[in-house]
């Protein structure tokens, strides 16, 4: 069975499906299908050199998924450096099934005392230990961080994320020692959780990257089952965000380090987001997370939960574009319940 034939059949097989479930439903679908191994090389419009791909997080035993991921990296970039940051004694069964990989270095790390607020600290160690290799070994000046259970398909993404840095710098008079703005993703950057910038990926200078990972370790041992009690109660939106889950602890840590001054308010919020970073939608990337997101339909539109909308980079788009104090911002979302 040919990669072609099956593709089709997939594709159709996959339409038959749909088109039943919105006769159904009353909803309007898409889908999209990829190729799990043996991708082919695509073309490329350009280089980026100076960057390096720093795979984050625990290794699972027989992870095909993050080997698949590493080959595919390496064919759609070629001349980047991969590194894969993961816990001491985890990494030598992943180092057998791959063999002999050109450029790919394993970066093995012990495990804090304390995971912190949802094992922040787990994630600060990990993280930070791998951007450290990477300027100690002088292996680039740009770092594309992600997760071992992530994937990016979109072979541009690396230039993309440097032409980005280059349509948009920072301001001169800013607090601090940025170098560069910082790339998100929409996927866990919230339009309303104030200072929730998504930690799962990330592009920009190692020295920015190295100080906004080289936040304290949290002491707190706050769980998922607290903020999901949270929730069951009602509490408000802002009073959520003020327990500094991972997202908003890293960012605002990152702020005060910057020694910029911020309010819990969307517009303070906004403001960073305008000044120090840029939001991209994940479909820019083609970001896959097969464990928790193959349904990428949270937006307004689609849902009831407003406060847990992203914001698109369209909409940073805007903020970016306009006079904050001018801009209307709906700081009234703050004090909605949490459901």
Same mark, same amino acid.
């Not at 930690?199 to 041992?221: C, E, I, S, T």
């Given at each position: 069975?040919?990669?072609?034939?099956?593709?089709?059949?997939?594709?159709?097989?996959?339409?038959?499906?749909?088109?039943?479930?919105?006769?159904?439903?009353?909803?309007?679908?898409?889908?999209?299908?990829?190729?799990?191994?043996?991708?082919?090389?695509?073309?490329?419009?350009?280089?980026?050199?100076?960057?390096?791909?720093?795979? #984050?997080?625990?290794?699972?035993?027989?992870?095909?998924?993050?080997?698949?991921?590493?080959?595919?990296?390496?064919?759609?970039?070629?001349?980047?450096?991969?590194?894969?940051?993961?816990?001491?004694?985890?990494?030598?069964?992943?180092?057998?099934?791959?063999?002999?990989?050109?450029?790919?270095?394993?970066?093995?790390?012990?495990?804090?005392?304390?995971?912190?607020?949802?094992?922040?600290?787990?994630?600060?160690?990990?993280?930070?230990?791998?951007?450290?290799?990477?300027?100690?070994?002088?292996?680039?000046?740009?770092?594309?961080?992600?997760?071992?259970?992530?994937?990016?398909?979109?072979?541009?993404?690396?230039?993309?994320?440097?032409?980005?840095?280059?349509?948009?710098?920072?301001?001169?008079?800013?607090?601090?020692? #940025?170098?560069?703005?910082?790339?998100?993703?929409?996927?866990?950057?919230?339009?309303?959780?104030?200072?929730?910038?998504?930690?799962?990926?990330?592009?920009?200078?190692?020295?920015?990257?190295?100080?906004?990972?080289?936040?304290?370790?949290?002491?707190?041992?706050?769980?998922?089952?607290?903020?999901?009690?949270?929730?069951?109660?009602?509490?408000?939106?802002?009073?959520?965000?003020?327990?500094?889950?991972?997202?908003?602890?890293?960012?605002?840590?990152?702020?005060?380090?910057?020694?910029?001054?911020?309010?819990?308010?969307?517009?303070?919020?906004?403001?960073?987001?305008?000044?120090?970073?840029?939001?991209?939608?994940?479909?820019?990337?083609?970001?896959?997370?097969?464990?928790?997101?193959?349904?990428?339909?949270?937006?307004?539109?689609?849902?009831?939960?407003?406060?847990?909308?992203?914001?698109?980079?369209?909409?940073?788009?805007?903020?970016?574009?306009?006079?904050?104090?001018?801009?209307?911002?709906?700081?009234?979302?703050?004090? #909605?319940?949490?459901?």
């Amino acid at each position: 069975m040919t990669e072609n034939f099956k593709l089709r059949l997939s594709r159709k097989l996959l339409s038959l499906v749909v088109k039943r479930v919105e006769a159904i439903l009353g909803y309007s679908i898409t889908f999209k299908v990829r190729p799990a191994e043996n991708a082919s090389e695509p073309e490329r419009i350009q280089k980026s050199e100076n960057s390096v791909i720093l795979i #984050q997080g625990p290794i699972q035993k027989d992870d095909k998924f993050l080997a698949e991921t590493i080959q595919f990296y390496r064919r759609i970039h070629p001349q980047n450096p991969i590194v894969v940051s993961t816990w001491r004694g985890s990494s030598s069964e992943l180092k057998s099934q791959l063999g002999s990989v050109e450029s790919l270095y394993f970066v093995e790390n012990d495990h804090p005392a304390n995971g912190g607020a949802v094992n922040v600290n787990r994630q600060l160690v990990s993280t930070l230990g791998g951007l450290k290799f990477i300027k100690e070994n002088k292996l680039g000046d740009f770092v594309l961080k992600t997760r071992v259970d992530q994937r990016l398909y979109d072979p541009s993404t690396l230039t993309y994320c440097r032409n980005l840095l280059d349509l948009f710098p920072l301001a001169s008079n800013l607090p601090g020692t #940025q170098k560069k703005r910082i790339v998100g993703v929409n996927f866990n950057t919230s339009k309303y959780r104030v200072f929730s910038f998504s930690d799962m990926f990330q592009f920009g200078h190692v020295d920015d990257q190295l100080m906004y990972w080289g936040a304290p370790h949290d002491k707190r041992n706050l769980s998922h089952d607290d903020l999901n009690r949270l929730k069951t109660e009602g509490c408000s939106l802002l009073d959520f965000c003020k327990t500094m889950f991972p997202e908003i602890y890293l960012f605002t840590s990152f702020l005060q380090r910057q020694n910029q001054a911020y309010e819990f308010t969307l517009r303070s919020y906004y403001k960073a987001l305008k000044e120090r970073m840029i939001v991209v939608d994940s479909q820019s990337f083609d970001l896959y997370w097969p464990k928790y997101d193959r349904d990428d339909s949270v937006n307004e539109l689609f849902t009831t939960k407003k406060w847990d909308v992203k914001l698109s980079h369209a909409e940073w788009l805007s903020i970016y574009s306009q006079d904050l104090d001018t801009l209307h911002v709906a700081e009234d979302m703050l004090n #909605q319940p949490v459901s």
